[in-house]
């Protein structure tokens, strides 16, 4: 039996971080980040962006260098009260702002305030989009299901009060991988409430069990994952992306199947 509940390096749990709106914030937020060695998605709006120099806007991009820029429209409307035509336009253009910034195609999306229905979805999909995490916190360490309608875990303010459960778990087969953690950094207004993320990371960084990755590594792998071809007798592999992939035979063995390579066991 083969089943897709490893990652890379074997690791069988994941963290994340996303966080909205590029809020002077996320220069401190994303220095504790790099403290820790842990990866964030930072969400942004490009209104105030287009009015930047170029040397402005390369430093601002900058800032996310060792993490994902991801979409949150030109002007944070809501997705789902936008026309159609203007929706794309708020998409394409926060893309091609973003783009220009990051160096390399931004594909994913926070819906502002948490606003999506069936036509935001599918003005998204056809505007390249191929993620984007909601508002809705399961309380639960889950993989989406659907990665436009992605719902996480929690708040960064009840995430300290998930840390045990996640952690004392790493070891279980019958647990969740995923600790989603989402917010605003603008709202990390006092002392008291950086040390609170700061304890949040001490608990659940530096650990070999654990991937620490962006939302579109967590994307790109699952999608390369479930590339992977296997044979009948499940002794062959053949793996055609650009991805490294590991999967776990008969709950004993896991096995990595190098990008655009056979593997027989």
Sequence with gaps: MIQFNVYPDGKKRIVTFSYDDGHKND????????KYGVKGTFHLNSKSLITLSEEDQKAFGER?????????????????????????????????????????????????????NDNAIEVH??????????????????????????????????????????????????????????????????????????????KISGNDKIWYATNLDIYNYMTAQRQLQISVDERTFYNPTAIDVWVERDKKEILCIPKGQTVTL
Aim: net charge negative; glycine share 6%.
């Design 64 to 116: 996310y260098r060792n993490h994902e820029i991801s979409c949150h429209t030109v002007s944070h409307g809501w997705p789902s009260k936008i026309p159609s035509a203007s929706l794309v336009g708020e998409i394409i253009e926060n893309r091609k702002a973003l783009e220009k910034i990051a160096g390399y195609p931004v594909i994913g999306m926070s819906y502002p305030s948490g606003s999506f």
């Design 125 to 202: 999909k056809a505007c390249g989009i191929v993620y984007s995490r909601t508002t809705l916190s399961t309380g639960k360490f889950l993989l989406p299901d659907d990665f436009l309608r992605w719902h996480p875990t929690c708040h960064h303010k009840g995430a300290l009060a998930l840390c045990d459960s996640f952690m004392n778990n790493l070891d279980s087969e019958w647990t969740h991988p995923l600790f989603y953690i989402w917010g605003h950094s603008h709202e990390f207004r006092t002392e008291e409430d950086w040390r609170e993320i700061e304890t949040v990371l001490q």
């Design 27 to 34: 220069q401190r937020l994303i220095e504790l980040f790099d």
